[in-house]
């Protein structure tokens, strides 16, 4: 870490104080300063990244994407990761949920037209990330006593769409902690982590959160103010949302369980309450006719 973290604080042009704030086989990222310096992971295509990249610093997408800090693009550290860096954002606080400024963002995202941008954009993350979950999963021993939740799990994402219907620009990895107050003391929200951004189906951006309210998990009070603050803004007031979330929502359930077992098998340790509550939805759904 300490070679790492030498190569982030040149990279953000600081000396001062490291703050590790997440270091995870998918990325590493640390503040030093006003600067937030990420190393994505190893298997990263270092291209996309880029064009995703320039997107966050189009003007377009001013107000809405968190941009990179000058002069943007992607730096490869010394063993192979790519890397990039940003201004630091002050996170959600889990106590006062800005619901409709994150409804209101992601409708302005999907409303950016991606042939304006100029910019060869891939794939939505969105399915791509349902057959990852599905691909570790079936890499990991999870416990006997969950066979038949780990069953379920794996035969809704077998079914899952392989790639999205390309008609928006989408986020790939929406959720609260993809929000970000710039500046820091006062500013507004804003969108974080490219990694996934990309061309999509919009619903598979609003399909995490309809997963959590369907499992239970997510309060129906937070779910109207979300969806109605996203709803006013794409002018689908009154619209009901279900028939294009249902297959996405069914299938972030099953990634979302899908990543629960894995955790408990790396961890030793029993689902949490909420993991027993997706696990108990995938049960649901794969009863369904």
Do not use: N
């Not at 298997?43 to 941009?67: C, F, M, S, W, Y």
Request: hydrophobic share 50%; glycine share 8%.
């Amino acid at each position: 870490m300490s070679t790492f973290a030498g190569e982030l604080r040149r990279l953000a042009g600081s000396a001062g104080d490291l703050v590790v704030l997440a270091d995870r086989a998918d990325g590493t990222v640390i503040r030093v300063g006003d600067a937030v310096a990420k190393a994505h992971a190893e298997d990263t295509d270092a291209a996309a990244l880029a064009h995703r990249v320039r997107t966050a610093a189009h003007p377009a997408l001013a107000g809405i994407l968190l941009p990179p800090l000058p002069p943007g693009g992607v730096t490869r550290l010394h063993d192979g990761r790519p890397a990039t860096l940003w201004p630091y954002g002050a996170p959600v606080d889990p106590d006062a949920v800005p619901w409709e400024a994150a409804g209101t963002l992601l409708a302005r995202l999907h409303a950016v037209p991606p042939a304006a941008l100029g910019i060869a954009l891939p794939d939505g993350g969105g399915p791509a990330r349902a057959a990852r979950a599905l691909a570790r999963l079936r890499a990991t021993a999870t416990d006997p006593a969950h066979a038949a939740a780990r069953s379920a799990v794996e035969r809704i994402l077998a079914a899952a769409p392989r790639a999205p219907r390309r008609t928006a620009l989408c986020h790939g990895d929406f959720h609260l902690g993809q929000l970000v107050r710039h500046p820091a003391a006062g500013g507004s929200w804003h969108l974080i982590d490219v990694d996934d951004l990309g061309v999509g189906d919009p619903a598979w951006d609003l399909a995490r959160p309809a997963a959590w309210y369907a499992a239970g998990l997510l309060a129906p009070e937070d779910w109207r103010r979300l969806l109605g603050a996203y709803q006013a803004a794409a002018g689908l007031t009154g619209h009901d949302p279900w028939p294009e979330l249902d297959v996405p929502a069914r299938v972030l359930t099953a990634q979302s369980a899908a990543l629960a077992l894995v955790r408990a098998a790396a961890t030793g340790r029993a689902p949490s309450e909420e993991d027993e509550a997706l696990l108990i939805s995938c049960l649901r759904i794969a009863a369904l006719p």
